[in-house]
Each structure stands twice: as structure tokens, then as C-alpha cells.
């Protein structure tokens, strides 16, 4: 494609298609490259993210920049979303940045703040073109490690969902039934009934974080319940831990930049198992 697309445009052929576009997390050159290569490899359009996590490494415009520079080579549609945004300042960082999705995430304020903030969102990205993602209910966190939401899960209701939605004009939404950020240490148990009847209370696409873990079977009956985006970073990053512990193991004196650059190679196989999983293989 060889540009950036809104975020939407990706969920609504999902949607059609009965299939979910996976969201990665990246935070540099070397594995926004990798996921867009496997995501090329299988025809699959990618959403790539980062967040408040992510830009003490590198601030958005710099990510921005290197993503619209690997997406010139690239045949496969792409997004670049702001994953988890904790304030109005940061979404219009991004926004000048050039991303084409944006999330703040004020689930666990105030009804009023939340409506209020996400309306505020909308009225600066939509003249621009830019999708916006909210979040009603809490997903919360499995373990301390995350750097998304903390603290325990509130799950959605789907009535104050479509208020939400209605009130604040959100283009996707991200939803709390079961799910939570980080390393499961169970399996997690995804209300599908409250999911169908939020998927039915709001038609527009909904998003599911915490997709780290998710049983493949769960995965497809989510998405056949509305989900249109997945969250993958648990994976991702855990993918690139042991691959550098290992290297360290094996060789103290590691050249750096060959560890790290074997290190952003080990996501490859994670990106194609979620490309798979949510069927966005082959849709591009």
C-alpha cells in the first residue's frame, strides 16, 4: 500500500470479513520491520501500536516516522494506533505525529470525564481523519510487568456501553468481559453472552485487549461476537526477553547490536501465529 491507513478502514473490512485484525505492539525500527515483514509474507493487513510504555524509548514522532518509511515497502494495509493514551496532551502529540488511530484510555475516571475527554478526542482526530478507540469497563492487569492498564478488571455492561458510544462518538471499543493485560496465570474465562449483547447494543467494531494467552478457540468465537482487533504484547515482548537471555547465556560479550537484531527476529513466529489465529492471513 505504501501508506499509513486509518485504523478503521482496516476493522470495517474485518468486520465484513468475519475476521480480526491483530494489533502489535512495537517500540523501534527492528520490530515494527519484523512484523511487517511476516504481515507482508501472508498477505495480512497489521495494525502496529505503542504507548505510553513504549515512548520513554522513543517519543511518537520518531516511531511515526520510522513506520511510514517501512510502510513505503510494504503491500499490505497498515495502521499505526496510540495504544492506551493517558492524556489529551499525549493524543495530540500523536495526532501531529501522523498516527491514523488514537486511544485514550480514561476507563477507570469518572463516567463524565471519560465521555468528555473521548468527545474531545473525536472532534480533533476526526477532521483528520483518525480513528478513535475508547474504553468502557476496566481491563485490568494479571501481573505488575504491564505497563497498560493496572489494577483489577471492571467488567462492561452493555447498556452504559451504547451510552458510551453514543455519547462520545467512539469509532472502535475496547471491552472488559474476561479478558486483562500481562501473563495469564489461568485461562481466562470471556463472558460471551455479555460480549454478544455489547456487540449488539453498539454496532460499531469492539477490541480486545489482553489477547496474550487467549485459547484459539475462544479467539474465533470472540470474533465471530464482534471483535475486530486483537491486542497482542505479552507475547511479543516476552518473545524478545528470553531470545536476549539466551543469547547472554550462550556469549557474555555479545555484540550488541547483532543480539538485538536476532533478538527482534524471534517475534516473527508470534506475528504469524496471531495472523493466523484471527484469520487476517491472506485478507489483505
Known amino acids: 500500500m505504501g501508506e499509513l491507513l486509518p485504523m478503521s478502514t482496516l476493522l470495517q473490512t474485518a468486520v465484513r470479513g468475519g475476521f480480526a485484525v491483530p494489533a502489535f505492539c512495537v517500540w ?5 520491520e519484523a512484523a511487517l515483514r511476516v504481515a507482508s509474507r501472508l498477505e495480512a493487513p497489521v495494525i502496529l501500536m505503542n504507548g505510553p510504555g513504549e515512548f520513554p524509548l522513543l517519543r511518537p514522532k520518531v516511531l511515526a516516522d520510522i513506520t511510514r518509511a517501512l510502510v513505503k515497502t510494504c503491500t499490505v494495509p497498515a495502521a499505526l494506533h496510540l495504544d492506551h493514551g493517558d492524556s489529551l496532551q499525549l493524543v495530540d502529540e500523536c495526532l501531529a505525529a501522523g498516527y491514523t488511530s488514537v486511544m485514550l484510555d480514561f476507563s477507570r475516571r469518572s463516567w463524565d470525564e471519560n465521555v468528555s475527554a473521548l468527545r474531545e478526542t473525536v472532534a480533533r482526530a476526526r477532521p483528520l481523519g483518525v ?19 493496572q489494577g483489577a478488571s471492571t467488567l462492561t455492561e452493555p447498556a452504559e456501553a451504547a451510552a458510551y458510544v453514543a455519547a462520545a462518538g467512539v469509532d472502535a471499543l475496547a471491552v472488559s468481559v474476561g479478558n486483562a493485560h500481562g501473563q495469564y496465570t489461568r485461562l481466562p474465562s470471556l463472558d460471551f453472552d455479555r ?34 482487533k486483537v491486542n497482542v504484547a505479552t507475547e511479543l515482548v516476552a518473545a524478545v526477553r528470553s531470545s536476549l537471555m539466551d543469547q547472554w547465556q550462550a556469549k557474555t560479550n555479545l555484540w550488541t547490536p547483532a543480539a538485538l537484531a536476532v533478538a527482534a527476529q524471534a ?18
Open 195 to 228: 460480549l454478544e449483547a455489547i456487540r449488539d447494543a453498539v454496532r460499531i467494531p469492539l477490541v480486545l485487549h489482553g489477547g496474550s494467552g487467549t485459547p484459539p478457540d475462544d479467539l474465533r468465537r470472540a470474533i465471530s461476537l464482534g471483535i475486530a
Open 28 to 32: 523501534n525500527a527492528e520490530t515494527t
Open 131 to 149: 480513528t478513535v478507540e475508547g474504553e468502557i469497563g476496566h481491563v485490568g492487569s494479571n501481573d505488575s510487568a504491564s505497563t497498560e492498564s
Open 267 to 284: 517475534i516473527e513466529p508470534v506475528v504469524e501465529r496471531w495472523l493466523r489465529a484471527t484469520g487476517a492471513a491472506g485478507r489483505a
